[in-house]
């Protein structure tokens, strides 16, 4: 069975097009399957967006898990002076990401596998729908690895499903060092927002 985490899906491409409807703006994306949210904005994808913070206008930003790129496309149009790092394992999600900035003309996005990132570089902000149905272990993995990548000053923002462990994820990230705060909850999903502490990154345990 073919996954959206798998870094080449199985099946055959069926491309479908998708309208983006924010309050600020709007855009069509082509979305595939073996992709996450194959045909539709997923509700917690479009709750993040509705409600995440205002971005800093120039610097590094990071989408972790880019998908077809609603969140990469999105932060690249709100933060027109900053650079959009729009990361996946997923080849098929990656090329979709690729065109879906191009035929926008969003040339501040840059699509990459997560080995290509430079490892030094540092996040002014990181927007997550993370990829929860890779189990626990390998979550806590994801996220402390590129958490750990976080400016000073920077912030991020995860959107999880509250069923799949969203309280059980915000008490994690606490225990790492991290300031984590519910900063919105509709239709079964949680929104939190991530800062360090005293703008420094927790040590490790």
Same mark, same amino acid.
């Given at each position: /069975?073919?996954?959206?985490?798998?870094?080449?899906? #199985?099946?055959?491409?069926?491309?479908?097009?998708?309208?983006?409807? %924010?309050?600020?703006?709007?855009?069509? /994306? *082509?979305?595939? @399957?073996?992709?996450?949210?194959?045909?539709?904005?997923?509700?917690?994808?479009? %709750?993040?967006? @509705? &409600?995440? !913070?205002?971005? !800093?206008?120039?610097?590094?930003? %990071?989408?972790?898990?880019?998908? #077809?790129?609603?969140?990469?496309? *999105? /932060?690249?149009?709100?933060?027109?002076?900053?650079?959009?790092? #729009?990361?996946?394992?997923?080849?098929?999600?990656?090329?979709?990401?690729?065109?879906?900035?191009?035929?926008?003309?969003?040339?501040?996005?840059?699509?990459?596998?997560?080995?290509?990132?430079?490892?030094?570089?540092?996040?002014?902000?990181?927007?997550?729908?993370?990829?929860?149905?890779? +189990?626990? !272990?390998?979550?806590?993995?994801?996220?402390? &690895?590129?958490?750990?990548?976080?400016?000073?000053?920077?912030?991020?923002?995860?959107?999880?499903?509250?069923?799949?462990?969203?309280?059980?994820?915000?008490?994690?990230? &606490?225990?790492?060092?991290?300031?984590?705060?519910?900063?919105?909850?509709?239709?079964?999903?949680?929104?939190?927002?991530?800062?360090?502490? +005293?703008?420094?990154?927790? &040590?490790?345990?």
């Amino acid at each position: /069975m073919s996954h959206y985490f798998d870094h080449e899906p #199985a099946g055959p491409s069926d491309e479908r097009s998708v309208e983006v409807t %924010l309050p600020d703006l709007s855009f069509t /994306m *082509t979305t595939d @399957r073996g992709v996450f949210s194959h045909g539709r904005l997923d509700t917690g994808t479009s %709750l993040l967006l @509705r &409600t995440a !913070p205002p971005l !800093p206008a120039t610097g590094d930003l %990071l989408d972790l898990g880019c998908g #077809a790129g609603p969140i990469a496309l *999105t /932060m690249a149009h709100r933060s027109p002076g900053a650079t959009v790092h #729009a990361v996946d394992v997923n080849a098929r999600a990656r090329e979709l990401c690729r065109r879906n900035a191009a035929a926008l003309g969003l040339a501040n996005v840059l699509v990459s596998a997560p080995d290509d990132v430079d490892p030094d570089l540092q996040f002014a902000a990181i927007w997550s729908n993370p990829p929860i149905r890779v +189990g626990k !272990p390998a979550l806590h993995q994801l996220l402390g &690895t590129w958490l750990g990548r976080l400016a000073p000053d920077g912030s991020a923002v995860l959107v999880i499903q509250r069923h799949l462990g969203a309280d059980s994820l915000q008490r994690w990230l &606490t225990d790492q060092g991290y300031r984590t705060e519910r900063s919105a909850s509709r239709a079964g999903f949680r929104v939190l927002s991530i800062t360090t502490f +005293g703008g420094s990154q927790p &040590t490790e345990r």
